[in-house]
């Protein structure tokens, strides 16, 4: 079982920075693909950016194209998401997740889910 720990939200204001990661603890880390998803109130999660096993495959939403980066250090374990330029749009509780392919976070899915870390971005 894979246990996901999100860290680094908070409140920022609009134009800042972020930068959240993700701590797995259980399974071995290198044999999941990782990304990050976000629901916005009333609104469906989505997924922002995935990042393959091999850090050879990145995607991400186009609402974020160019402002966000997904980073994996498969050494220590860890997955982050560094959020610049920062807009209200983004305000959401933010999701760290696993799965057992790229594909499958990019179709929306996962096998293993985080708590969720809030980001609130003030205009």
């Known amino acids: 079982q894979v246990q996901l720990v999100e860290s680094g939200g908070g409140l920022v204001q609009a134009g800042g920075s972020l930068r959240l990661s993700c701590t797995p603890s259980?399974?071995?880390?290198?044999?999941?693909?990782m990304g990050w998803f976000r629901q916005a109130p009333g609104k469906e999660r989505e997924l922002i950016a995935a990042v393959s096993r091999n850090v050879a495959l990145t995607a991400y939403a186009d609402s974020v194209k160019g402002r966000f980066t997904i980073s994996r250090d498969n050494a220590k374990s860890t997955v982050d998401l560094r959020m610049n330029s920062l807009r209200p749009e983004d305000t959401a509780l933010y999701y760290c997740a696993a799965g057992s392919s790229f594909l499958q976070l990019r179709a929306g899915r996962a096998d293993y889910w985080g708590k969720g870390t809030l980001v609130t971005v003030s205009s």
């Open positions: 259980g399974g071995t880390f290198s044999t999941y693909a």
